[in-house]
């Protein structure tokens, strides 16, 4: 099965597709992750990145495209895949479509209101990439990673104000793969409020 997580930050797309990946056997692969992992592994791709970020521009369509084709064409994503974070734009979703189909673009809709109240709560282990919520999804030991026991931080955007700022550039930027999506049949809504177990219950009837 190979699927699709579009919607806002906050939409509680990665907790969803930590659930779904567990119960179809399916890799959850995000872009933060895979920069993350080629950065680790010095590839050729994860040292230009690397090299970007330092200098704080953004990472190029054609080097994030890359990244992606190679990891979809590992062993584990062969049955299927949960991509989440890519594709941000059309460019990307038209590149995506020449290498891959994809079965269902799921659609989490979520309001603003439940949207800052999450990520306002959000915080992140930077080494392991591993998201918490202090309230939903604490860690184990306060203010610890449960994997690698690095310190928590909530990063600068999840504050109310750039949140704000975070909902209009998606509403501008991603948006409109929405329309792109669902023209082509393959958009499937799911009310993203409530916990992650019911919500990945509705993604679970929209897929089947």
């Known amino acids: 099965m190979r699927l699709l997580f579009l919607g806002p930050p906050g939409a509680g797309k990665g907790t969803i597709a930590e659930l779904t990946s567990q119960a179809y056997d399916i890799p959850h692969i995000s872009t933060g992750d895979i920069f993350r992992m080629n950065i680790r592994n010095k590839t050729d791709l994860g040292t230009q990145v690397q090299q970007i970020l330092a200098s704080g521009d953004l990472v190029p369509d054609s080097i994030t495209i890359k990244m992606v084709h190679n990891r979809l064409a590992e062993?584990?994503?062969?049955?299927?895949?949960?991509?989440?974070?890519?594709?941000?734009?059309?460019?990307?979703?038209?590149?995506?479509?020449?290498?891959?189909?994809?079965?269902?673009?799921?659609?989490?809709?979520?309001?603003?209101?439940?949207?800052?109240?999450?990520l306002s709560g959000r915080r992140v282990a930077k080494e392991s990439g591993k998201i918490y919520h202090m309230t939903y999804n604490p860690?184990?030991?306060?203010?610890?990673?449960?994997?690698?026991?690095?310190?928590?931080?909530?990063?600068?955007?999840?504050?109310?104000?750039?949140?704000?700022?975070?909902?209009?550039?998606?509403?501008?930027?991603?948006?409109?793969?929405?329309?792109?999506?669902?023209?082509?049949?393959?958009?499937?809504?799911?009310?993203?409020?409530?916990?992650?177990?019911?919500?990945?219950?509705?993604?679970?009837?929209?897929?089947?």
């Not at 995506?96 to 109240?117: G, M, P, Q």
């Open 75 to 118: 062993d584990d994503a062969q049955k299927g895949f949960i991509l989440d974070g890519f594709p941000r734009t059309i460019a990307q979703a038209d590149a995506l479509a020449v290498f891959t189909a994809i079965d269902h673009a799921v659609n989490f809709i979520a309001s603003r209101e439940l949207i800052i109240k999450r």
């Open 139 to 208: 860690p184990k030991v306060d203010g610890k990673c449960d994997i690698t026991g690095e310190p928590i931080i909530q990063r600068p955007d999840d504050k109310e104000d750039a949140v704000a700022n975070r909902l209009e550039v998606y509403e501008q930027q991603t948006a409109p793969l929405i329309s792109y999506y669902r023209e082509k049949g393959l958009l499937r809504d799911v009310d993203a409020s409530g916990t992650p177990e019911e919500i990945f219950d509705r993604v679970e009837k929209l897929i089947q």
